[in-house]
């Protein structure tokens, strides 16, 4: 039987991206496993240049910023008194906010881009935000999702006992 990447098939996927100079921005090392068919756990413009691929098929998918991880925001960057961190701070940490007004359900992860004296600068962004992508990926096997990860939409790991 073979199985084509469509609606409601666990799609694993060995991938890589690069930018458009061809700088490697993700190798890979482990396989992508989603869920097809609109459930956002993967881009929308790699999930349908994948519709319709057999096991071995590849794509090359160009993904703009706003297509990808978003433009850069230069909002998203927030400058903190030093004193509000723990005592071992380096550039390249994250840490958990949430946002200055709203209902505060939304927490982003904030990253250390510079420790300057007694200020932190944080940035929201994720790190690619801004980038072009090129998502080159090869489809390595397809299966038919249970009911209970179509309902949920998303792949269950068959070693994770999940409740939710």
Known sequence: MNLQVAKNNVVTLDYHVTDPDG????????PLVYLHGGYDDIFPKIEEALQGKGVGES?????QPDEAFGEYDPELVQIEPRKDFPKELQVGMQFEGGPEEGDGDDFMIYRVTDIEGDKVVLDGNHPLAGSALIFTC???????????????????DPDDDEDH
């Open 23 to 30: 700088e490697v921005v993700d190798e890979g090392r482990d």
């Open 59 to 63: 794509v090359k998918v160009k993904l």
């Open 138 to 156: 090869t489809v390595t096997s397809i299966r038919p999702a249970s009911a209970e990860e179509i309902e949920h939409g998303h792949v269950h």
